[in-house]
């Protein structure tokens, strides 16, 4: 029997393994149920016994420990349903690779890998997980002697056999021996595939490269740079299910943190860790993460994307705002203030003040004048909270509040006939009912009291901003008239409760100073992709948040959209005592070679992209007098009912004008087709769609459809436009020009595209 029928036979006897493994989780989910509904019920009819002290506690604890069991069932429901899931996912694809091997005088041992591991019902080894130290073999390991390392131990054996397969619907398609991490046919077979609506995970095509840099236990922070294709994103996932899976034992999701720059790239990447059989992980634009820490106010959305990454231009206050300036200048100026104290305000129950200011300072003063400022404001907390009792008590004597409590108690007695009526029991209602009067009075004070509120905060901030001395602004290029302005528009800002992203960072930093500020998800590993758009106070504020935290950022800096300052060169003073181990990936598995080459010349001789020997037609440069023409023509080419059905297609403009006004122009048969993407919030639903450049970054698509390539594209940072644009481009691109020829079209070599 030839070995491709042996393999076929192997890969349908895995996935009758699977098939039992479902099967019998099903049947444990069916007992479980069962199990669930009859301790819900046992736990509905427990009472706690009031009857003696003994009995009381007796009951609290049956009670508690019965809750505990019932948790531990729903963890092992949930465990359940997510080893259907993944189940669900090897049906199609049990396994990728297949390695054979000696170690010292034990026969032959075949591991097949997975995206998971699989046992049969004789606990014996099936399929093993990716991530597991021994499937390192296969990723980096050449045939011969060599070594796979667990966290304790290095073990020496012979590798025999690579083996790649490509299986679908449980189909052994196509299969190779190679000595490579992956043999380059059979990459260029995978790479050549349609694209989707959502990234697919990479674990069966994982280069050297980018397993070095999801195999890493020894680096706490690490930064990825490479170009446009070449796999960080794919690498960047990867790497959090590897860590995931590595840190099982103790790692829960919630404590790992992904952010991505917007939802649009979210929902494109939500797919990868569930495909890889792990849980979703919470990922988070950074403006939704700063929304979370301060949900009093609305983190508002300058509409200045699109124009920065169009111009290259950037707002000086806000790049200043942005920097780590003023992030080391908030430790100094909240140093200056602590032996004054916070800005207070008066303490205030519907217009009559209770506690003024000036007694809170006095109070703040008498605090310990050795320890920080956020902790002297906790002892003044403590302090006005006491304060409050004796306010409470002072009111509770009051004539309003008897006459209150009277009229309340009578009430209680004339809806209820059958309340025992003695002095006793109204003199004890009496008193409950007054406090719960003078209680419910002072309660939205004693709130405020308990989150801070006594420090006017909002005034804090526009103090402190006020405090930045000229010199530092000079540096920054901001004229004292200009910062002045950018300061009344904030100020404006906090009165209708609002703060820009850049405000509201340098917000919490501040806020942090003054007070212990509790944040409720606790990260243990931080992710950051197109960290090109994340700036340093981001960065600073999460270190701030997150101290001990290990940190992974991922970008592309030809890719770069705001005229912030970019990480890269601030990490010396973000990560003083740590070193940062940097990753390059050079080499481009997105694009065809024709299109790498022809992107190539947008970018500066030391960016020059590597790329895959995969083949395609030259790009194409369409060539019409008027809008009327182009229009035919690319209308025309969207009537490709075969590869429409194969491939996804992005007709990319340059600005957001541009595609809204091509989408008006398109027939409204062809806009049923064809979706117009504007706005970040939106998510791909059609094969066909309409995006404006700055928000394709990071995207692919099988063909692209660059719209209006001509004199508006001249400058530098138009270079680095076209460049964005042609990059998404998986197998097709071609570049539309209404009238004039782009300057930057014309001056490229007329061998690396054709001319229609």
């Not at 130290?133 to 390991?141: C, R, T, V």
């Not at 944040?519 to 590993?525: D, G, I, L, P, Y």
């Not at 990319?652 to 806009?671: N, P, R, V």
């Not at 001249?714 to 071609?734: F, G, K, N, P, W």
Request: overall charge negative; glycine content about 4%.
């Amino acid at each position: 029997m030839n070995e491709r029928l042996l393999e076929q036979q192997h890969v349908e006897s895995t996935v009758q393994v699977i098939h039992n493994e479902q099967e019998m989780i099903k049947k444990q989910q069916a007992t479980l149920e069962d199990s669930l509904n009859s301790q819900l019920k046992e736990i509905s009819d427990k009472k706690i016994n009031i009857g003696s002290e003994e009995a009381f506690y007796e009951s609290v604890l049956e009670y508690q420990q019965h809750e505990q069991e019932l948790m531990l069932r729903y963890k092992t429901a949930e465990s359940q349903e997510k080893r259907l899931k993944t189940l669900a996912t090897m049906t199609n694809s049990p396994y990728f690779a297949r390695i054979d091997f000696t170690e010292g005088n034990e026969p032959k041992e075949t591991l097949y890998l997975g995206i998971a591991s699989l046992r049969d019902n004789k606990e014996n080894t099936i399929v093993i997980d990716w991530r597991a130290p021994i499937a390192n073999l296969y990723y980096e390991g050449e045939l011969g002697t060599t070594f796979y390392q667990t966290d304790t131990d290095q073990f020496e054996v012979d590798l025999l056999l690579k083996r790649q397969f490509k299986i679908q619907d449980g189909q052994l398609l196509s299969m190779v021996d190679t000595s490579e991490v992956i043999n380059d046919e059979f990459l260029l077979e995978i790479l050549d595939e349609a694209s989707s609506s959502q990234m697919k995970n990479i674990v069966s095509t994982i280069q050297k490269a980018q397993n070095q840099i999801i195999r890493d236990t020894t680096s706490k922070v690490m930064l990825i740079e490479g170009i446009a294709g070449s796999g960080k994103t794919s690498a960047l996932l990867q790497r959090i299910a590897f860590v995931l899976y590595r840190n099982r034992k103790w790692l829960d999701d919630q404590q790992v943190l992904l952010f991505s720059p917007n939802h649009l790239f979210s929902d494109y990447i939500a797919m990868v860790l569930p495909s890889l059989g792990e849980s979703e992980i919470p990922t988070r634009t950074f403006r939704s993460f700063l929304q979370n820490l301060l949900p009093n106010y609305e983190i508002v959305q300058e509409e200045q994307q699109e124009a920065q990454f169009l111009t290259g231009a950037n707002d000086r206050v806000e790049k200043l705002k942005n920097g780590l300036t003023l992030v080391q200048q908030i430790s100094r100026y909240v140093e200056g203030i602590t032996p004054f104290g916070p800005l207070f305000r008066d303490l205030k129950i519907k217009g009559e003040t209770y506690i003024t200011k000036e007694q809170l300072r006095h109070w703040y003063q008498q605090t310990n004048e050795q320890l920080p400022l956020y902790q002297r404001t906790q002892l003044l907390q403590t302090k006005v909270l006491k304060k409050i009792g004796g306010l409470e008590k002072d009111e509770a004597k009051k004539a309003w509040v008897k006459e209150a409590t009277r009229e309340k108690v009578q009430e209680i007695f004339d809806n209820d006939p059958n309340l025992e009526d003695s002095e006793e029991k109204e003199r004890q209602l009496f008193n409950k009912v007054r406090r719960q009067l003078v209680r419910k009075k002072f309660r939205a004070l004693t709130r405020g009291v308990q989150r801070f509120q006594f420090i006017n905060f909002p005034k804090q901030y526009l103090h402190f901003l006020k405090q930045i001395q000229p010199a530092l602004l000079a540096k920054a290029g901001i004229s004292g008239a200009d910062w002045a302005m950018a300061s009344n528009q904030t100020r404006q800002h906090l009165k209708n409760r609002e703060l820009t992203q850049e405000d509201a960072l340098l917000f919490v930093l501040l806020l942090r100073r003054l007070y212990p500020v509790h944040v409720e998800q606790k990260a243990r590993f931080i992710f950051i992709d197109e960290m090109q758009d994340f700036p340093p106070a981001q960065v600073a504020l999460l270190r701030e948040l997150y101290p001990r935290a290990g940190m992974t950022l991922c970008g592309d800096l030809n890719q770069k959209v705001f005229g912030n300052e970019t990480i890269v060169h601030s990490l010396d003073t973000l990560f003083p005592e740590q070193e940062v181990t940097r990753y390059q990936l050079t080499t481009s598995y997105r694009s065809t070679e024709e299109i790498t080459q022809f992107a190539n010349q947008f970018l500066s001789q030391e960016d020059q992209v590597k790329t895959t020997a995969r083949k395609g037609p030259l790009p194409r440069l369409v060539q019409k007098e008027t809008l009327c023409e182009s229009l035919d023509w690319l209308v025309n080419e969207l009537q490709d009912d075969e590869k429409n059905r194969r491939w996804r297609t992005a007709i990319i403009g340059k600005t957001t004008a541009d595609c809204e006004a091509l989408y008006a122009e398109l027939s409204e048969e062809m806009q049923t087709k064809v979706q117009l993407i504007v706005s970040e919030e939106d998510f791909m639903k059609r094969p066909i769609m309409i995006i404006p450049a700055f928000l394709a970054k990071g995207l692919e698509f099988d063909r692209v459809f660059a719209w209006n390539i001509g004199a508006n594209f001249e400058t530098a940072q138009d270079q680095l436009v076209l460049y964005t644009i042609a990059t998404r481009a998986m197998h097709e691109l071609s570049l539309v020009t209404i009238g004039a020829e782009s300057p930057l079209v014309a001056g490229a070599d007329a061998t690396t595209y054709q001319q229609m």
